[in-house]
């Protein structure tokens, strides 16, 4: 069973610095890796795709990196604003079989950044 | 279009009712996917759909759950005998999958159910 985990549970930083979150799987036979936000009692926003084939993404201030073999990827945001806290969760994505895809998410990472 | 749509926002229900939510995919979108979400944990997968076929259940999905997608478009979930560990967010998710696509899921903002 594929297992997801998000370290650390809460983050918080000053306005500018720049962080990294971690996120690490247990099955490395994936077929993509996503990065999402979610806001209080709202859906989620998705901010980067990975492709198991690929090693990173970027988009903006955000970078998101996979290491398949090791089970990792991370997400750095550079220069944090006030508008950035938010929840992010690491969800993997991984054949079933018969073309059937399965998303497992990590708990996430509540991040504060304080202006 | 305006993406991923759930209706309602918010149901609150007595133990032992019946509810059912609403799913509306972005409009070409063939896969459609149910997830539930408990306070501090994330989504679980529930069952997910390519076009009207239910290709997959996961065994959270207990006998009391249904969902549907009759005519490939929009989605149903049904809750039957509500149970107060019913209570969560019911997040629906929609993706294209075609050759070379990267099935990216696009979430709506959820049903939050609390049963009293």
């Known amino acids: 069973k594929q297992e997801v985990t998000q370290i650390p549970a809460a983050l918080s930083v000053p306005e500018g610095e720049n962080l990294v979150l971690n996120c690490s799987f247990t099955d490395s036979a994936i077929y993509n890796l996503q990065w999402f936000r979610q806001d209080p009692g709202k859906g989620l926003t998705s901010l980067l795709l990975?492709?198991?084939?690929?090693r990173e993404q970027t988009s903006g201030r955000l970078n998101a990196s996979l290491d398949k073999s090791s089970g990792r990827s991370t997400l750095y945001i550079a220069a944090s604003q006030p508008g950035d806290s938010a929840t992010y969760l690491c969800?993997?994505?991984?054949?079933?079989?018969?073309?059937?895809?399965?998303?497992?998410f990590g708990k996430g990472t509540k991040l504060s950044v304080i202006p | 279009d305006t993406g991923v749509s759930q209706d309602p926002r918010h149901k609150i229900t007595k133990r032992g009712q019946n509810v059912t939510f609403r799913c509306d995919p972005i409009?070409?979108?063939?896969?459609l996917y149910w997830y539930r979400q408990t306070l501090g944990q994330g989504p679980e997968f529930l069952t997910y759909f390519q076009n009207e076929a239910q290709l997959e259940k996961s065994r959270l999905l207990s006998d009391r759950f249904s969902a549907e997608r009759p005519k490939g478009s929009f989605s149903t979930l049904e809750i039957q005998r509500t149970e107060q560990g019913d209570s969560a967010m019911y997040l629906c998710a929609s993706s294209l999958l075609r050759w070379a696509s990267t099935d990216t899921q696009y979430f709506g903002p959820g049903t939050r159910l609390t049963v009293l």
């Open positions: 409009s070409e979108h063939n896969r």
């Open positions: 990975i492709q198991s084939s690929q």
């Open positions: 969800a993997v994505s991984y054949l079933l079989g018969a073309g059937s895809y399965q998303l497992t």
